[in-house]
């Protein structure tokens, strides 16, 4: 998948915890999408992040949800107080400002 | 809000048959993309249609964006066991400006041997 790397590929947390999914791009991408994956369904836009800023989140639920791409490291989507309806798989996607979008592997988050 | 419906949303066929797969909307885009998803991956670009009309072929497959940019097609001729998996139309709407790509609903492709 063109060099973008997700972790962990899979997480099982209980009701009420934290999960902390990472991206890092392909080397000499500076954009970073976040989609969410339900079971047999397409994938939903969650944000877009440049580096140190949130371009768009219109698509993340106000609560529980964040995301940050810092200046150095990963991208980080953080779920707070996890609840069952928050298991799915979570795509990260980066580009060069151009059209193409180069996926990583997801990560399956399964809350118990 | 923009939405791409694609049919059918499953399909089960035997190998060598064709198979056309539909992404629409009633919406415009300024270009529209098709993805294939394995399960346990990402998706995987096949291809970005942009022109009103523009046909791109790769190998058996044919894709078709329609003249009015609010539809897609997907045609696969000869299909293989290979060609299993999850395709996914996206398209990035002319007023985003940050390639923030709408995916369609899924198509779940099935090519028995």
């Known amino acids: 998948n063109a060099g973008v790397m997700q972790n962990p590929r899979h997480l099982v947390r209980r009701r009420g915890q934290e999960a902390r999914l990472r991206c890092s791009p392909v080397k000499g991408h500076s954009h970073v999408y976040w989609y969410r994956q339900l079971p047999e369904e397409g994938l939903k836009f969650m944000v877009y992040?440049?580096?140190?800023?949130?371009?768009?989140e219109s698509g993340m639920p106000k609560e529980r949800f964040s995301a940050e791409f810092p200046k150095e490291g990963p991208s980080i989507l953080r779920i707070q107080q996890v609840v069952r309806g928050d298991s799915a798989a979570y795509f990260c996607?980066?580009?060069?400002?151009?059209?193409?979008?180069?996926f990583g592997e997801g990560s399956r988050l399964t809350v118990l | 809000t923009q939405l791409l419906e694609q049919s059918p949303q499953f399909l089960s066929i035997q190998e060598g048959e064709n198979l056309t797969v539909y992404c629409n909307s009633s919406s415009v885009f300024s270009s529209l993309q098709w993805y294939r998803q394995e399960p346990g991956e990402g998706p995987v670009l096949l291809v970005t249609?942009?022109?009103?009309?523009e046909v791109k072929k790769l190998k058996r497959l044919t894709f078709q964006f329609g003249d009015a940019r609010k539809d897609s097609s997907l045609h696969i001729t000869a299909a293989q066991p290979g060609d299993t998996g999850l395709y996914l139309c996206a398209g990035d709407p002319p007023t985003s400006g940050t390639y923030k790509y709408i995916f369609g609903t899924g198509t779940r492709l099935k090519v028995l041997a």
């Open positions: 992040l440049q580096k140190e800023n949130i371009i768009d």
């Open positions: 249609v942009v022109t009103g009309g």
């Open positions: 996607a980066t580009n060069a400002n151009t059209g193409e979008l180069f």
